[in-house]
């Protein structure tokens, strides 16, 4: 079991303690995330002019913003992955019904080589008598 870990972070230039699960390496990405959108809050014509409450709501719906952008990067990067998966099922199918017809092609071969070599024994046969009913008209 996971103990909670306290760790403090800089944000907006004040000093923060965060409480969690995670590492404080992942507690310290988190905080420069959320100062990298402020940052690129205060960076906006109008932004000293913003209340508090105002500038909350900005950096919630830039954060929301994100989160929703990845989610739906994510859903179509999953759909990919399911659309690879089914076109390598198919593949592997058609490489089963290739290998089972190569098989079978191959157990076909066998059987007709042994065929065309038992005609060829029939037609050597067959041959000779006739090379002998041939033999005794011309003597």
Do not use: P, W
């Not at 198919?90 to 191959?106: C, E, G, M, P």
Request: net charge negative.
């Amino acid at each position: 079991m996971s103990f909670k870990k306290e760790t403090q972070v800089l944000i907006g230039g004040k000093v923060i303690t965060l409480s969690g699960y995670e590492s404080e390496e992942y507690m310290q990405k988190v905080a420069m995330y959320i100062n990298s959108k402020m940052n690129e809050l205060t960076a906006q014509d109008g932004y000293g002019k913003l209340s508090r409450d105002m500038v909350g709501i900005l950096l919630a719906l830039n954060v929301a913003d994100d989160l929703l952008k990845l989610k739906s990067e994510m859903q179509n990067v999953q759909l990919e992955i399911d659309d690879k998966d089914k076109q390598l099922y198919n593949l592997k199918h058609d490489l089963v019904d290739s290998q089972i017809r190569k098989d079978t092609n191959a157990s076909e071969i066998i059987d007709l080589e042994k065929k065309i070599a038992v005609l060829e024994k029939i037609i050597e046969e067959k041959d000779s008598e006739l090379n002998e009913y041939i033999n005794t008209f011309d003597k």
